[in-house]
């Protein structure tokens, strides 16, 4: 099946601060998904982007299917962006399920 | 709010025991999926469910199963608890498939102790 990869791991950020947070998937995918698992444990959907480039706010995404990577940028970071990040796949063309690579966890100090 | 409704939040319960977790999902979506998320796991897909049928199965253990009614409602059965099923059960759902966008409920946090 396909792999997804997300780097860094864990990242410890001050209030205020960017940060870019990488998604690399094996394969050609037909979408990818950003969410935010806040510490109550909540899937907050983040960017539903295929390829391009979205705002929302501070955050933006930005997919090259083509490479096979996406990036997720947090600019002028908060305390409430505290939590887990994570990028999602379709599993196969019949896009039956997702598959979630293993997160980044941020941290971000007041 | 993702439009996803799981009940319940929280479920405590003894090994051995059986419960259900219950998903409604978004207006107009037919597939319904159920993932697991455990300490040391991550999210683990489950199950899916199209229009009432079963349509994908991922690391579901024979003592899980689900179903899916005529209102599009689903239900996951999970049986015979072991300590180690202790962990956040999602429900997301999405037009078609997983090639359209998903939402994800808020999860049942369940503790087998």
């Known amino acids: 099946g396909i792999q997804v990869e997300q780097s860094p791991p864990d990242l410890i950020l001050q209030e205020g601060a960017n940060s870019t947070l990488r998604c690399n998937f094996s394969d050609s995918v037909n979408n990818l998904q950003w969410f935010h698992q806040n510490p109550w444990g909540q899937l907050i959907n983040l960017f539903y982007?295929?390829?391009g480039t979205k705002q929302n706010g501070r955050l933006s995404a930005t997919t090259v299917a083509t490479e096979r990577y996406s990036l997720l940028y947090i600019s002028s970071s908060q305390t409430t962006d505290s939590g887990v990040y994570f990028c999602?796949?379709?599993?196969?063309?019949?896009?039956?399920?997702?598959?979630f690579g293993e997160g980044t966890q941020l941290t971000v100090n007041p | 709010d993702s439009g996803v409704t799981q009940t319940p939040k929280h479920l405590i319960t003894a090994t051995g025991q059986r419960v259900t977790l219950r998903c409604s999902p978004r207006?107009?979506?037919?597939?319904v999926y159920w993932y697991q998320q455990s300490l040391d796991q991550g999210l683990q897909f489950l199950i899916q469910y199209y229009n009432g049928e079963e349509r994908a199965k991922g690391n579901i253990l024979e003592r899980f199963s689900a179903q899916q009614f005529p209102d599009l409602h689903s239900e996951l059965n999970l049986s015979s608890l072991e300590l180690g099923d202790s962990a956040l059960y999602f429900c997301?759902?999405?037009?078609?498939?997983?090639?359209?966008?998903?939402?994800f409920g808020q999860g049942t946090r369940l503790t087998v102790v």
């Open positions: 997301a759902s999405s037009v078609v498939s997983m090639n359209t966008e998903a939402f």
């Open positions: 207006s107009g979506d037919l597939s």
């Open positions: 999602a796949v379709p599993e196969e063309t019949s896009g039956s399920r997702l598959t």
């Open positions: 982007i295929p390829s």
